[in-house]
C-alpha cells in the first residue's frame, strides 16, 4: 500500500505513536506499512544516535526504551524479476518480489511476529523518505541455519497513483522481530529488533501503461499511389483514470513485406496533438505496418498490432 512515509528522527528511542494501528486493521496484527514506520523509526532514532557519536538502536544511552539492531540482513533483491512496473488505469497491478535474508542463528524468521518486507521509497534515504509502497510481508524459509529464501509481492492500485509517481523508486528492506511483544503496541520496546538495509537494490521503475495504434489506407491501394499511416500513442493518466495521447514522442514506422517474418524501419515520425500519429508512403508491394515506440522513463515501449495492405 502507498503511505506518507516521513517520520521524524527520536533520538535513543522510537515515538510511541508510531505504533497506532487503523482501527480498520485493529485485529491482533499489524500491517506492513505500520511496521514500515517502526523500521524507520528506529532507523531515524539510529541515525540520530550515529551524528551525536553515539552507536545506534539499543547500544544508546537510552537503550531501554530503544529497539536492539537485528542481525538480519537483505540481498539479492528483486522486484518483479529485475522488471519496471508498468500500471494502466484500473487493474490492480501486483508483481512478485523475492530477497535473502542473512541473519543470525538466533533469529527465528519463521515465528509468527517475525516481519520482513520491502518498500520502494522516494526521498533521501528509507527513514527520510517522503513516499512509500510497502510489499506484503514476506514468507521466509530457511536454506540454512543463517540465510532464508523468501517471496513476497507488491501491489500497485492506479486509483493510489499519481502522474508524478511515474518514474524511478528507491529500494529499502526492513525486518522486524517482535519476540513476543504485542504487533501494534509493543510492552517493551527494547525486546524487539529492527533491521533496515538502504539501499537493499538498484531503483525500479513504476510506468505508466502505453498504447499504439496503427491504420494503413485506402486497402487494397494500387502500386505507385500513396498510403496514409495513422496511428495513436497514448499513456495511462493516473490523474483523470484515463488515457491520453503522448506527444513530441518520436515513433517508427515499420514493414513487413509479404512472405517474410522481419520488419524493416522505413522512417520516425513524431507524435503530435493526442498523440496522433500520421505519415505517407508509396504502395510498392503488399506487406504490414506497424508502428514501434521505444518508451521512455516513465513509459513502456509498446509496439501496435500489424495492418496489412494489398497492393494491386
Not at 12 to 41: E, H, N, R, T
Not at 85 to 94: D, E, P
Not at 246 to 251: E, I, K, P, R
Request: aromatic residues 8%; contains cysteine; glycine residues 8%.
Amino acid at each position: 500500500m502507498r503511505i506518507r512515509a516521513t517520520v521524524a528522527a527520536v533520538s535513543g528511542a522510537l515515538a510511541l505513536s508510531v505504533f497506532v494501528v487503523p482501527a480498520a486493521q485493529a485485529d491482533d496484527s499489524a500491517s506492513s506499512a505500520d511496521i514500515a514506520k517502526i523500521a524507520k523509526s528506529a532507523a531515524a532514532a539510529a541515525a540520530a544516535d550515529l551524528a551525536s557519536g553515539k552507536s545506534g538502536f539499543s547500544a544508546s544511552v537510552d537503550a531501554d526504551d530503544a529497539p536492539y539492531a537485528l542481525d538480519a540482513t537483505f540481498s539479492n533483491v528483486k522486484v518483479n524479476k529485475g522488471k519496471s512496473i508498468a500500471v494502466g488505469t484500473t487493474k490492480v497491478v501486483t508483481v512478485p518480489v523475492t530477497f535473502t535474508l542473512t541473519h543470525g542463528a538466533d533469529v527465528d524468521v519463521t515465528a509468527d511476529d517475525f516481519v520482513a518486507a520491502v518498500e520502494l521509497y522516494r526521498g533521501t534515504s528509507f527513514e527520510e523518505s517522503d513516499w512509500g509502497w510497502d510489499t506484503y510481508q514476506a514468507v521466509c524459509t530457511n536454506t540454512t541455519s543463517t540465510k532464508a529464501a523468501c517471496t513476497t509481492a507488491l501491489e500497485l492500485d492506479p486509483a493510489m497513483l499519481i502522474n508524478e509517481d511515474a518514474g524511478s523508486w528507491k529500494v529499502a528492506g526492513f525486518a522486524v522481530a517482535f519476540n513476543g511483544q504485542d504487533m501494534s503496541d509493543p510492552e517493551d520496546i527494547s525486546k524487539v529488533g529492527v533491521a533496515v538495509t538502504d539501499p537493499a537494490a538498484s531503483s525500479v521503475k513504476i510506468q505508466r501503461y502505453s498504447k499504439l495504434t496503427v491504420n494503413a489506407s485506402p486497402e487494397p491501394v494500387k502500386k505507385g499511389k500513396t498510403i496514409t499511416v495513422t496511428g495513436a500513442l497514448t499513456r495511462a493518466n493516473w490523474d483523470t483514470g484515463k488515457y491520453a495521447g503522448y506527444t513530441n514522442q518520436s515513433v517508427k514506422l515499420q514493414f513487413k513485406k509479404k512472405g517474410t517474418t522481419t520488419y524493416t524501419n522505413v522512417k520516425t515520425i513524431t507524435s503530435g496533438s493526442a498523440g496522433a500519429l500520421k505519415t505517407t508512403v508509396t504502395a510498392t508491394t503488399d506487406g504490414t505496418f506497424r508502428y514501434v515506440f521505444a518508451g521512455t522513463s516513465t513509459t513502456p515501449a509498446v509496439t501496435s498490432s500489424g495492418d496489412f495492405v494489398d497492393v494491386q
